[in-house]
């Protein structure tokens, strides 16, 4: 190479425009062998602009002409730009093409997202009678996975075992990764005991892949035995090693991992695994710790954000979830989709539809609106905060829709009640040429099972393998069990349960459990309780209903049985807990509450409600209260439920007429149900409440479950 290059001069030719170059008369003369040089240079520091001046000033000054050495620089050269298809231009132009130009054309399109030309650039190259090595199998394999082309992957590996580059370290972990992408851990497993040598990427793509593959006790295996041979853990291993904490909620593991970070705070601690910690115990329900990281962070992303959001959600604050997400936009954090989905959802939690609607028309200023996951939240949001018209007129404004989207919408009517609908939408769906999956039929099923229709429902499950080809799973026994229960038919169910495909699970007992309590059925129910008790010993909820099933027979020692089971195992009932909505803020209560600052109130109005209901006829249900009390007490129990308080509130502080929108978290009781079919009549008033089942339209006196819940 000449050593007399004028340097200056270069970085001044490179600065110029190539137009400009084109009219120079005194372009500097560099050889072929600077010019590959200059462009080698500037490939590894990907100066895309400076290299096609570069490009302008060699075809102008000649130097490109028949120039089998210049040409493969340049290819290479904007191969490593990712600017792919001049790079195939003047790939094609090149008559003797060496593997090195290969090479880059493969790793080029493999690592620009162009994953179906380096397969057909291999096949190309070996055609043309060169030889594959340790830098083209790598992308090759890259490719494969990107697209998962399993079969080509597996036949490029079989060449790879030929040609003896199996051993090569990187070509075995471009193998171990192409595996773990078609979720063959099993084969990547192979490849990885048979390496000669490992390096930390060895380790790391395991782990992922093990992670990304749903089996995160088999990553904390390989993390051990990493850890055993002495290899130190950098910051790609611990984001899957967190990731593995979460998905198996193990705190203890993702503790210590926490405190390895903090050990090694001046090497690996970044943003990345902040937001890893604090996804790992959000899932871990240790919200406080993500949020003291999540406060101190210097940094908080979208992902931060969404983490802690839906960390709130899922342990059922929904009011500190509103309250994140309103301090989110107020600082100018950028939202995106899972921020939106997240929000609907806690919204449904606590059937805040002013806040719902709120959410509603930020996420249409902000782009979302034709976002089908996102109009599947919205649908699912407003049926579940009783507005099923909103729930239709989003489902109809979709510009398309997916198989979520129809569930969602026959779902929406299935817990209002509305059987006959869902079945016409479900309908609907297969006149559209929608092939119906798990998820729809299982909607549809239980919507029958809601609205009491035995037949249709019966129908459908036949179909499932029949038509549809879809093997039933327990969530489509399990509303099948409780759709014959409910109707009555508890041999039939019972029967079904003994015969099933599956082993039953504690939910299609519990389905069984509550239709015997619906129709009094204490040797069915007893059967029913035992078996969850085995599969499922800290379901406080299968107690509760076997002790109200006895109590309901005046069974008050086996009651105390029941009672006394929960006590050694630690057990307790939830309290009974309503909401109502009222200009955008949510009104919690419990039952019996007096913390609200209208409390008194709330009490003189359910006392007047009270008589003058008595005026026209009503008269306590007792058999709700399920202690062994006097009469008198037993009646003032009920008028202490959180449903009555939240209805009273409500009568309160809205104009005559509005519609009454109430949340509860357990099932409402049998006198609440006839009390509020009384208050709609008497204050004619709407009520839509829903329960921990369904919905209930209460209006002129009559519910829309037809006293079927």
């Known amino acids: 190479m000449n050593g007399n290059i004028n340097f200056k001069l270069l970085r001044k030719s490179l600065c110029t425009t190539s137009a400009h170059l084109k009219e ?39 130097n490109l002409l028949d120039n089998t050495y210049l040409s493969t620089k340049l290819a290479a050269f904007y191969a490593n730009c990712g600017i792919m298809a001049q790079a195939q231009v003047i790939f094609d132009g090149i008559l003797f093409k060496n593997s090195f130009l290969w090479n880059f054309m493969i790793r080029g399109y493999a690592c620009n997202g162009f994953s179906f030309n380096p397969i057909v650039l291999y096949r190309e190259m070996l055609s043309f009678g060169h030889k594959a090595d340790n830098f083209t199998y790598p992308f090759v394999f890259k490719a494969c996975g990107d697209l998962l082309a399993v079969e080509i992957g597996r036949r490029v590996h079989s060449e790879v075992v030929v040609t003896g580059f199996e051993s090569n370290i990187y070509v075995a972990n471009a193998l171990v990764a192409m595996y773990s992408k078609f979720g063959e851990m099993e084969s990547a497993c192979m490849v990885f005991d048979k390496m000669p040598e490992r390096d930390l990427t060895s380790w790391n793509t395991m782990i992922s892949g093990y992670v990304k593959n749903d089996n995160p006790r088999e990553a904390l295996v390989v993390f051990e035995k990493m850890r055993k041979s002495g290899l130190r853990a950098d910051g790609t291993t611990l984001l899957g090693i967190l990731s593995a904490c979460a998905q198996l909620m193990a705190l203890k593991q993702g503790k210590a991992i926490h405190a390895y970070v903090l050990r090694k705070s001046g090497e690996i601690c970044n943003e990345f695994l902040t937001n890893s910690l604090i996804e790992m115990y959000c899932n871990c329900k240790y919200v406080a710790n993500s949020r003291r990281l999540f406060d101190g962070a210097e940094v908080k992303d979208t992902v931060s954000w969404n983490s802690l959001i839906r960390g709130y959600e899922r342990i059922g604050e929904a009011f500190e979830s509103l309250r994140l997400f309103c301090r989110m936009v107020m600082e100018g954090a950028e939202v995106d989709e899972v921020t939106i989905v997240t929000m609907l959802t806690t919204c449904d939690q606590i059937s805040a539809l002013q806040f719902g609607m709120s959410v509603h028309s930020y996420l249409v200023k902000k782009g979302f609106g034709a976002n089908v996951i996102v109009g599947s939240a919205l649908i699912h949001m407003y049926s579940k905060c009783g507005s099923l018209f909103c729930s239709r007129r989003c489902f109809d404004d979709m510009p398309r829709k997916n198989l979520v989207s129809w569930s969602a919408m026959i779902s929406g009517y299935g817990a209002h009640g509305r059987g006959e609908e869902a079945i016409s939408c479900y309908r609907e769906l297969i006149a559209n040429k929608y092939t119906p999956d798990e998820g729809v039929l299982t909607s549809v099923l239980s919507a029958c099972s809601h609205a009491g229709l035995v037949n249709d429902g019966k129908d459908i499950f036949n179909r499932m393998t029949s038509e549809y080809k879809v093997k039933p799973a327990l969530a489509h026994y399990s509303c099948l069990v409780d759709l014959l229960g409910r109707a009555g038919h508890l041999d039939e169910a019972y029967e079904l349960i003994k015969t099933m495909e599956v082993e039953p699970s504690s939910d299609i007992w519990a389905a069984l459990l509550s239709a015997c309590r619906l129709h009094r059925n204490v040797k069915l129910a007893e059967i029913s309780a035992h078996k969850i008790f085995e599969m499922n010993p800290k379901g406080v909820g299968s107690y509760i209903c076997l002790s109200n099933i006895y109590a309901a027979e005046k069974r008050w020692d086996d009651v105390e049985r029941v009672r006394a089971m929960m006590r050694r195992k630690g057990l307790k009932k939830p309290p009974g807990c309503s909401f109502v909505e009222l200009d955008k803020m949510v009104h919690r209560f419990l039952v019996g509450d007096k913390s609200h600052p209208q409390t008194e109130d709330i ?4 006392k007047d409600l009270n008589l003058r209901l008595k005026e026209v006829g009503y008269k306590p249900d007792t058999t709700s209260v399920l202690y062994d009390v006097e009469e008198g007490i037993k009646e003032k129990m009920l008028w202490d439920h959180s449903e ?3 209805i009273a509130f409500a009568l309160i502080n809205t104009g005559p007429g509005t519609t009454i929108r109430i949340t509860k978290n357990l099932r409402v009781c049998v006198d609440c149900h006839t009390v509020t079919k009384m208050i709609s009549k008497l204050m004619t008033r709407e009520i839509i409440m829903r329960d921990n089942h369904r919905f209930h339209h209460f209006r002129d006196g009559f519910c829309s479950c037809g006293d079927y819940w």
């Open 644 to 646: 009555r308080l939240a």
């Open 24 to 62: 120079q008369a005194l372009c500097p003369p560099f050889t072929s062998l600077q010019c590959g040089t200059m462009l080698q240079s500037l490939s590894n520091s990907k100066s895309f602009p400076k290299g096609q001046k570069l490009h302008a000033l060699m075809v102008t000054s000649g």
């Open 603 to 606: 009490y003189a109005t359910l």
